[in-house]
């Protein structure tokens, strides 16, 4: 028979961090246009011309050697006009827990040398056998039986209905 263990509702809690949305600034991306291109600008090298109008002729594109920004800035090409941005990235913190919880110290009884304990007090421990990793978190504190008894951790999800017929 498995023993459930509750979760204690009022230790249950949404972490206000879970899904919290925030921005970040991402690369700068320096694009120009310019009516006439300087020799030092070399397409696929340190700049991309990503597009080219006739009548009047324009060239639209972006700088890929950050030199070339600096020497644009230092020898202010008429020709060009340079217009520099920043990308800003949406950061979702997903990696955290959605909820904080803690389980109720629950009494178990171990099938093996009888002896009550609180599921607190359960030793766990693992080994490697050449294949895997064996582990249990059911081991007797009493006796070291490995799976002294078969417990279920309820989930968030019922503790969360448990919750709301409370209220
Ligand atoms: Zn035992």
Known sequence: ???????????????????????????????FTATELPKFFKDGIN???????ADPIQYFGEII????????????PKCVSLSISREVIEVTSNNQPEYFFKYL???????????????????????FDG????WSNEICPICGEWHCCHIK???????????????
């Open 65 to 76: 050697d950050q030199k070339l920004v600096v020497r644009c800035i230092n020898e202010k």
């Open 105 to 127: 110290p629950t009494k178990i009884k171990c099938e093996e040398c009888h002896n009550s304990f609180l599921h607190t007090e359960l030793k766990s421990d693992s080994y």
């Open 153 to 167: 951790y309820e989930s968030v999800e019922d503790a969360l209905k448990r919750k709301k017929v409370k209220l």
């Open 47 to 53: 700049c991309i011309i990503t597009e080219i109008k």
């Open 131 to 134: 294949d895997d990793d064996i």
């Open 1 to 31: 028979m498995n023993t459930l263990i509750k979760i204690d509702l009022r230790t249950l809690r949404k972490n206000p961090y879970y899904g919290y949305r925030e921005f970040v600034p991402g690369a700068t991306r320096t694009s």
